[in-house]
T-cell receptor
């Protein structure tokens, strides 16, 4: 398997623009997670899905953030409108039901100017 | 709630030096413990794990022993290489828990100089 695939790897956008990050989890995995990593706050869990259904979005910082998982092989994280403080590395990860190991993608480095 | 505390970084070592990265945890019961590693430009990947007291996890020359009495899971390597330069994260789940319950530490940056 190719692992968790995220796109784009890098995104630079202007404040106020909409940003969409994409993720393809490992085939057969039941859980999908979105994390954000910053120097100040470390690794934060934003939201996770189980079998395409959002289970816990309590980590989503504001209503500007939204995530969807229309099918088992694709998820998006959208920020609208984006702000400079959203600049971070966003990771997608997936795991099997009952398994403690999460498999991470390479991340998307977002810069909002 | 559960929490993980790691030693402050960054840590800079010369090649072949001995490495220790401290990790302590707060959790009810007997959690499962993990070390993840993040190489530059990459996502996190599982390095090793231990699921019960006194278990030793090991991989790629790294070791960590689950110490219930000190609630610790320190990462060690006898001789580091430049290729070990990365950020190391200590993490836990409740006993029998899954990835959705992972709690990560803040990470420790390791730089190994030739």
């Amino acid at each position: 398997d190719a692992g968790v695939i995220q796109s784009p790897r890098h995104e630079v956008t202007e404040m106020g623009q909409e940003v969409t990050l994409r993720c393809k989890p490992i085939s057969g995995h039941d859980y999908l997670f979105w994390y954000r990593q910053t120097m100040m706050r470390g690794l934060e869990l934003l939201i996770y899905f189980n079998n395409n259904v959002p289970i816990d979005d309590s980590g989503m910082p504001e209503d500007r953030f939204s995530a969807k998982m229309p099918n088992a092989s694709f998820s998006t994280l959208k920020i609208q409108p984006s702000e400079p403080r959203d600049s971070a590395v966003y990771f997608c990860a997936s795991s099997l039901e009952g398994a403690a190991e999460a498999f991470f993608g390479q991340g998307t480095r977002l810069t909002v100017v | 709630g559960d929490s993980v505390t790691q030693m402050e970084g960054p840590v800079t070592l010369s090649e072949e030096a001995f490495l220790t990265i401290n990790c302590t945890y707060t959790a009810t019961g007997y959690p499962s413990l993990f070390w993840y590693v993040q190489y530059p430009g990459e996502g996190l990947q599982l390095l090793l794990k231990a699921t019960k007291a006194d278990d030793k996890g090991s991989n790629k020359g790294f070791e960590a022993t689950y110490r219930k009495e000190t609630t610790s899971f320190h990462l060690e390597k006898g001789s580091v290489q430049v290729s070990d330069s990365a950020v190391y994260f200590c993490a836990l789940t409740p006993r029998g828990g899954s990835a959705r319950q992972l709690t990560f530490g803040s990470g420790t940056q390791l730089t190994v100089l030739p």
